[in-house]
T-cell receptor
Framework: DTAVSQTPKYLVTQMGNDKSIKCEQN?????MYWYKQDSKKFLKIMFS???????INETVPNRFSPKSPDKAHLNLHINSLELGDSAVYFC????????????FGSGTQLSVL | SQQGEEDPQALSIQEGENATMNCSYK?????LQWYRQNSGRGLVHLIL?????REKHSGRLRVTLDTSKKSSSLLITASRAADTASYFC?????????????FGEGTQLTVNP
């Protein structure tokens, strides 16, 4: 009964490959996010979807393509992986609007070799 | 540029002592939130303070907000070894497009038994 679940937890792959990370939330939230956390633990927003509509796209390379088939799911597909893509990727969700706390998944550790 | 900056970057204390972490930010905000991240896990929401509030308590946590100085502090009283984690402040920025939180760099707290 995990609130925000993302898979896989670990992803090790070669440069140039394409990979996907999946995220699902069972909280009934209408907004979902992808955050990237670098090796210094700095957390930066990448994308936000509200009811399947993209509302935030933070100058992320277009090799990254989020897809939201419904408001409970937000997947992240990454093409042509680069060494610099190595990081921990977190999915999160909340109800849209100010004063709403985020619920995070446990993260996907992506290592590009 | 990054919105929140936290101080100190790392803090090591003995069990039973109090821990104080500070956060500064640059723009006007709707609210400020604090999150905890245990090693290898996602972030967990601790407490939210609105821009018109000055102080808030939750169990052993006390948060203050000074909007004139654009700063906040998180105090953990009577710390325990289980409080060892990274602590992040996050601001919900006024006027920002979409619903987003901007995170600081975090403070790594180590509580020694």
């Amino acid at each position: 009964d995990t609130a925000v679940s993302q898979t896989p937890k670990y992803l090790v792959t070669q440069m140039g490959n394409d990979k996907s990370i999946k995220c699902e939330q069972n909280l009934g939230h209408d907004t979902m996010y992808w955050y990237k956390q670098d090796s210094k633990k700095f957390l930066k927003i990448m994308f936000s979807y509200n009811n399947k509509e993209l509302i935030i796209n933070e100058t992320v390379p277009n090799r990254f393509s989020p897809k939201s088939p419904d408001k409970a799911h937000l997947n992240l597909h990454i093409n042509s992986l680069e060494l610099g893509d190595s990081a921990v990727y977190f999915c999160a969700s909340n109800r849209r609007g100010a004063n709403e706390k985020l619920f995070f998944g446990s993260g996907t550790q992506l290592s590009v070799l | 540029s990054q919105q929140g900056e936290e101080d100190p970057q790392a803090l090591s204390i003995q069990e039973g002592e109090n821990a104080t972490m500070n956060c500064s930010y640059k723009t006007s905000i709707n609210n400020l939130q604090w999150y905890r991240q245990n090693s290898g896990r996602g972030l967990v929401h601790l407490i939210l303070i609105r821009s018109n509030e000055r102080e808030k308590h939750s169990g052993r946590l006390r948060v203050t907000l000074d909007t004139s100085k654009k700063s906040s502090s998180l105090l953990i009283t009577a710390s325990r070894a289980a409080d060892t984690a990274s602590y992040f402040c996050a601001t919900d920025d006024l006027g920002a497009s979409g619903s987003r939180l901007t995170f600081g760099e975090g403070t790594q707290l180590t509580v020694n038994p």
